[in-house]
């Protein structure tokens, strides 16, 4: 037998419809915020994302699933959508022409992370970008999204965590004061972290290991050392949320894994999911659209795993519906006059399912049962000599005798459509 790869899942239909009550509240959130569908390549040039996530990122550094092609050219199966969103963004003309952009994605992500629960190496996210709108109404817009689509689906035991990490300018005082204080505990700092120090100090913010954490508590908080502009716009986006009622919190050492962010980071978490507690997170990345060559564009967005984001509903018991209508038949006439009257209720926009072999009406009405038919078609000899079919509703047991050129009809009624 040939197992499926580390980290990858097969998703069976009874997963389907907690996906679908899923990616169907996110499209209709996006739908009303004026947001558009963009599908971009699952794989890329390795440099979409050494550009865009930044070389020291974790992501860039060791996450990534990197080949050659045939031609020798590096490509990347995508670890994000952020990055090659911009790329396509920056590359297409006339949508980089418009004054607001407002995309939204939905697929399949691949990073090469060591798998548990919630953490896989295929995993699957929605995600929102919108170029073109640097007031903080729209870091306000993006989050309260997420959180609209978090209530739609009844995910309500989580926290917003909300921070500012400033420009590249205001940053620059704030990394001094950090190198400085880790510096000081060099000794104490976990292998990478030594290496973080050296490389990128803002990363040591972000470190999972258990060791690390408590020498947090006591560093510089970024907050601290925010210049006007960025200070004002982060007050804003508070208020914004206030009045709005997007409850948040306040998380001063909130940086985030990716090195694009500027100003507005925000984290979904939910304690349930243990240690890989976020499932939405985002933020703003206003130089990165020129960093690919566009012209200077302010940006924000945020991606949700749809995995993760299942795991917090799997409780709620969604479960997939069976087919409208099993057709139950007896005889060789009537098997006939069960192929047409199937065929009849398909064509109508109804799901009908049946045996193509003969079996006794007892195993037929036990598979109708188990596929969990909502009502069973009864074509026997009777039936056959009326023109009619008995329709068995399989929740109740009622049944009725109905006569063929009224059985559309008469599902009309009864499934409501
Ligand atoms: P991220 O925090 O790397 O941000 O990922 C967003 C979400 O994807 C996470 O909160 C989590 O729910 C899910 N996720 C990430 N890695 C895994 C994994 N290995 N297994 C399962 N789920 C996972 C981004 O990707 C940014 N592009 C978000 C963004 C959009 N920022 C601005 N625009």
């Known amino acids: 037998m040939i197992s499926k790869p580390p980290g990858t899942e097969d998703i069976f239909p009874d997963r389907i419809a907690a996906w679908d009550l899923i990616t169907g509240a996110a499209r209709e959130v996006f739908r009303i915020h004026n947001y558009r569908e963009i599908k971009i390549p699952v794989l890329e040039f390795t440099e979409v994302f050494v550009r865009g996530l930044g070389g020291e990122s974790d992501i860039v550094s060791k996450e990534m699933f990197t080949f050659e092609d045939r031609g020798g050219r590096r490509l990347t199966l995508r670890p994000e959508g952020t990055a090659g969103v911009v790329r396509a963004y920056v590359e297409n003309g006339e949508y980089n022409r418009l004054a607001a952009c407002k995309l939204f994605y939905v697929g399949p992500m691949f990073r090469a992370e060591r798998p548990q629960k919630g953490r896989l190496r295929q995993f699957n996210q929605f995600g929102a970008e919108m170029f073109g709108g640097g007031e903080p109404f729209y870091d306000y817009e993006v989050i309260s999204m997420m959180n609209m689509i978090a209530a739609r689906v009844g995910i309500d035991d989580y926290t917003l965590l909300v921070n500012s990490i400033g420009c590249p300018s205001c940053r620059k005082d704030f990394l001094n004061a950090l190198t400085g204080y880790y510096t000081g505990l060099k000794d104490l700092l976990c292998k990478d972290c030594v290496v973080r120090l050296e490389r990128n100090p803002l990363r040591l913010l972000d470190c999972k290991e258990a060791s690390c954490q408590p020498l947090k508590k006591d560093s510089p908080k970024i907050t601290e050392y925010l210049d006007e502009e960025c200070r004002s716009h982060y007050e804003a986006v508070k208020k914004y949320l ?6 948040f919190q306040e998380a001063p050492l909130l940086v985030r ?18 240690g890989q507690n976020a499932f939405a997170a985002g933020g703003r990345y206003d130089n990165l659209v020129g960093e690919f060559g566009g012209r200077p564009t302010p940006a924000i967005g945020f991606a ?8 917090l509903i799997t409780d709620k018991k969604i479960t997939a519906p069976g087919p409208d209508a099993f ?8 098997r006939n006059k069960a192929v047409s ?18 079996k006794g009406f007892k195993a037929q009405l036990k598979k109708a049962d188990r596929e969990k038919a909502s009502l069973a078609l009864i074509i026997g000899e009777d039936e056959l000599a009326q023109g009619s079919v008995t329709v ?12 063929e050129d009224s059985l559309i009809g008469y599902l009309k009624g009864k499934l409501r459509r």
């Open 242 to 247: 206030s009045e709005g009622s997007v409850p």
């Open 257 to 274: 894994g990716l090195d694009y962010y500027t100003k507005t980071t925000f984290e979904f978490v939910a304690t349930r999911l243990g």
């Open 304 to 311: 949700a795993g749809i995995e993760r984001m299942e795991i």
């Open 327 to 334: 057709v139950i038949h007896a005889g060789e006439a009537a």
């Open 341 to 358: 009257t199937c065929t009849l209720v398909r064509k109508n926009g109804f799901s009908a399912e049946m045996e193509p072999a003969p």
């Open 392 to 403: 068995k509703d399989l929740q109740t047991g009622v049944q009725e005798m109905i006569r």
